[in-house]
Every structure is written in structure tokens, then in C-alpha cells.
């Protein structure tokens, strides 16, 4: 049997490539926003750069000022362009396997819900903290921009994709990864790393594996006799 070609492959790889891309279409924009931003960071001088990350981080006081367009905004910027790669890797393997496993809609609800959720309980930690000055005021304007809050909630669903047995290592070693910093010094970015975890494990009622359950569950013959018609009207029949 003779090999495919050089170019038979580089046509199937384009097909897979274009097939991937065309069933993740959030991913691969959001990831696409996410270069032309951090391309911007990093051409940008240090006073731009400086600007550009507080202007779009949602920090208190931009909650304060912009509330809305600061939740959406810091979503689509990473503090530092050379990490970008390592995004783009963690993109392929959790969003990109999350979204085409539940769909566009149910994945970027659960990222946005986690994202907006972490956000805003991370920032009311920071203002307890300044108010019990445990922490100084200058932090109402610290720097909190990033996609950290929805890959977390991301790799929680996941955990769910997974077959066992390879579901436990995975769900031990998600557990830690996060775990660890929040029980060793947690800063506000841990605690809304948790938060947006545990809203990912808690989405579970919308991946297809809840779906199918109940399917299953609702064919299920029933057992306490009330699938039973029992006897006919008049009686039984000779």
C-alpha cells in the first residue's frame, strides 16, 4: 500500500486544523483578542503599557468608575505578552475540549459566570482587607486583568469529560495546582481562582454527561409499580 504524500497530509492536517477551529469558534476568537492585546502591551512604552493595564484591569476603583465594561474588558488582556504561548497551549487543551464537548453557548456561560463571579468576590476580599487596613488603599488600584478566572472554571468542567480512572489523577492534580497557593499565603488571585474552580465543578447539570443521565434515568423502567397498568377495568379475564 503505497504512503499518502507529502502533500496528502499537509491537506489532511489543514482539514483537521480548519474542522478544530470551525467547532471552538470562542476559543479561537478569544484567543485571537487576546495576541492583538498583548501585542499592543508589548510594543507599547512602560508609561502606555502602565496605563493600558490599569485602564483595563477591574480593580475596585475601576469597578467603581465602569463597572461593567471593566468585568468584560479585563478578560481580554494578560499582564505579560510572553506568556501568551503558555495561554495559547492551556486554551487548546481546556477551552477548546470544554466548548466542543458542551457547546459554544453552555461553555461560555460557564467561563463568563466564573469570570464575572471570582472577580467580584476576589475585589470584595481586597476592599475588607484595606478597610480592616490589613492592606494599603494604593491596592484599589492594583493591576487585576487576566483570563486565569475562566481557564479555572474551564478546568473544572473538565473534569467531568475525563473517563475514569484518568477523571481522579486529573481532578488530584487541579486540586492542588489551585489548592496549594490558597493554603500557603493566598493572595486575592487565589481566592478567585477557587471561587471560579468551584463554580466550573459546579456546572456539572449542563455538560452533555448530566444530559445523558437523565436521559438514561427517564428510560429506566420503574420499579415501584407505576409502569404496571394492572389489571383491566372489570376485573380480570378469564
Same mark, same amino acid.
Given at each position: 500500500?503505497?504512503?499518502?504524500?507529502?502533500?496528502?497530509?499537509?491537506?489532511?492536517?489543514?482539514?483537521?486544523?480548519?474542522?478544530?477551529?470551525?467547532?471552538?469558534?470562542?476559543?479561537?476568537? @478569544?484567543?485571537?483578542?487576546?495576541?492583538?492585546?498583548?501585542?499592543?502591551?508589548?510594543?507599547?512604552?512602560?508609561?502606555?503599557?502602565?496605563?493600558?493595564?490599569?485602564?483595563?484591569?477591574?480593580?475596585?476603583?475601576?469597578?467603581?468608575?465602569?463597572?461593567?465594561?471593566?468585568?468584560?474588558?479585563?478578560?481580554? @488582556?494578560?499582564?505579560?505578552?510572553?506568556?501568551?504561548?503558555?495561554?495559547?497551549?492551556?486554551?487548546?487543551?481546556?477551552?477548546?475540549?470544554?466548548?466542543?464537548?458542551?457547546?459554544?453557548?453552555?461553555?461560555?456561560?460557564?467561563?463568563?459566570?466564573?469570570?464575572?463571579?471570582?472577580?467580584?468576590?476576589?475585589?470584595?476580599?481586597?476592599?475588607?482587607?484595606?478597610?480592616?487596613?490589613?492592606?494599603?488603599?494604593?491596592?484599589?488600584?492594583?493591576?487585576?486583568?487576566?483570563?486565569?478566572?475562566?481557564?479555572?472554571?474551564?478546568?473544572?468542567?473538565?473534569?467531568?469529560?475525563?473517563?475514569?480512572? @484518568?477523571?481522579?489523577?486529573?481532578?488530584?492534580?487541579?486540586?492542588?495546582?489551585?489548592?496549594?497557593?490558597?493554603?500557603?499565603?493566598?493572595?486575592?488571585?487565589?481566592?478567585?481562582?477557587?471561587?471560579?474552580?468551584?463554580?466550573?465543578?459546579?456546572?456539572?447539570?449542563?455538560?452533555?454527561?448530566?444530559?445523558?443521565?437523565?436521559?438514561?434515568?427517564?428510560?429506566?423502567?420503574?420499579?415501584?409499580?407505576?409502569?404496571?397498568?394492572?389489571?383491566?377495568?372489570?376485573?380480570?379475564?378469564?
Amino acid at each position: 500500500m503505497k504512503p499518502p504524500s507529502p502533500r496528502a497530509l499537509a491537506g489532511r492536517a489543514r482539514t483537521w486544523v480548519w474542522d478544530w477551529v470551525r467547532s471552538t469558534p470562542g476559543t479561537h476568537i @478569544w484567543l485571537l483578542i487576546i495576541g492583538i492585546t498583548s501585542l499592543v502591551i508589548a510594543s507599547a512604552s512602560e508609561g502606555l503599557e502602565q496605563f493600558l493595564l490599569h485602564r483595563n484591569s477591574s480593580n475596585i476603583h475601576e469597578l467603581n468608575e465602569h463597572p461593567l465594561t471593566s468585568l468584560l474588558i479585563s478578560g481580554f @488582556w494578560i499582564e505579560k505578552p510572553g506568556s501568551f504561548l503558555l495561554y495559547a497551549v492551556m486554551f487548546e487543551l481546556v477551552h477548546a475540549n470544554v466548548e466542543r464537548w458542551m457547546g459554544s453557548w453552555r461553555w461560555l456561560l460557564t467561563v463568563g459566570a466564573a469570570h464575572v463571579a471570582a472577580t467580584l468576590a476576589s475585589q470584595e476580599l481586597v476592599l475588607l482587607a484595606i478597610e480592616g487596613h490589613r492592606l494599603p488603599r494604593s491596592m484599589t488600584h492594583v493591576v487585576d486583568i487576566g483570563v486565569s478566572y475562566g481557564l479555572a472554571a474551564a478546568a473544572g468542567v473538565l473534569t467531568y469529560r475525563l473517563p475514569p480512572p @484518568w477523571r481522579y489523577g486529573y481532578l488530584v492534580g487541579v486540586l492542588v495546582f489551585f489548592g496549594v497557593p490558597l493554603v500557603t499565603g493566598a493572595t486575592f488571585t487565589d481566592f478567585g481562582h477557587a471561587i471560579a474552580l468551584s463554580m466550573g465543578f459546579a456546572c456539572w447539570p449542563l455538560t452533555p454527561a448530566a444530559r445523558v443521565e437523565e436521559w438514561e434515568a427517564d428510560a429506566a423502567p420503574r420499579t415501584d409499580g407505576a409502569d404496571d397498568p394492572g389489571p383491566p377495568p372489570g376485573g380480570p379475564q378469564e
